[in-house]
T-cell receptor, first 112, second 113 residues
Framework: EAGVAQSPRYKIIEKRQSVAFWCNPISGHATLYWYQQILGQGPKLLIQFQNNGVVDDSQLPKDRFSAERLKGVDSTLKIQPAKLEDSAVYLC??????????FGNGTRLTVT | GDSVTQMEGPVTLSEEAFLTINCTYTATGYPSLFWYVQYPGEGLQLLLK?????DKGSNKGFEATYRKETTSFHLEKGSVQVSDSAVYFCALSDISGNNRLAFGKGNQVVVIP
């Protein structure tokens, strides 16, 4: 089966610019997650979707981050405006209701 | 909230040595426990899991036992290979049923030939 696809792999932007990341989950996986992994730390959940509804976005900095999953399949995560501390790897994962999470390779964001 | 603590610092060892990575957790109730591995340039992959106390997860020669009495889930491998060089993350899934994972900070493992 095809894995979780993410793009782009790398992105470099200046602070105060905007950026968007895309994720295509494994076919049939209703649950989609975005995690932020800062260098030297474990991944931290930003938002969880069940189909196209938000289950948990309590850790999402909503003043600058937004995410959507309009048709219950692909998802985009946006940052606007970016700050230096947003430099991290953004991981997308998907699962069925009772399966382990499957992760994509991530997007490495550098904010200068 | 629920959390996972991993031992500090990278681990460097010789090929065929014994590997232990410590992981302890704090949680309400009895979460499921996981070890994920991240090879260079790749995404996180599930290595093994355990869903209840005294369960032992195993895969690729790695093992971890869910110890409720010590709230631990230490990862072990009897004889490591160079190909085991990676970052290892301990994680727990809360009991809410939402399948969310909370991760530890990870441990870089470097195996020297």
């Amino acid at each position: 089966e095809a894995g979780v696809a993410q793009s782009p792999r790398y992105k470099i932007i200046e602070k105060r610019q905007s950026v968007a990341f895309w994720c295509n989950p494994i076919s049939g996986h209703a649950t989609l997650y975005w995690y932020q992994q800062i260098l030297g730390q474990g991944p931290k959940l930003l938002i969880q979707f069940q189909n196209n509804g938000v289950v948990d976005d309590s850790q999402l900095p909503k003043d600058r981050f937004s995410a959507e999953r309009l048709k219950g399949v692909d998802s985009t995560l946006k940052i606007q405006p970016a700050k230096l501390e947003d430099s991290a790897v953004y991981l997308c994962a998907s699962s069925t209701w009772d399966s382990p999470l499957h992760f994509g390779n991530g997007t490495r964001l550098t904010v200068t | 909230g629920d959390s996972v603590t991993q031992m500090e610092g990278p681990v460097t060892l010789s090929e065929e040595a014994f590997l232990t990575i410590n992981c302890t957790y704090t949680a309400t109730g009895y979460p499921s426990l996981f070890w994920y591995v991240q090879y260079p340039g790749e995404g996180l992959q599930l290595l093994l899991k355990a869903t209840k106390a005294d369960d032992k997860g195993s895969n690729k020669g790695f093992e971890a036992t869910y110890r409720k009495e010590t709230t631990s889930f230490h990862l072990e491998k009897g004889s490591v290979q160079v190909s085991d060089s990676a970052v290892y993350f301990c994680a727990l899934s809360d009991i809410s049923g939402n399948n969310r994972l909370a991760f530890g900070k990870g441990n870089q493992v470097v195996v020297i030939p």
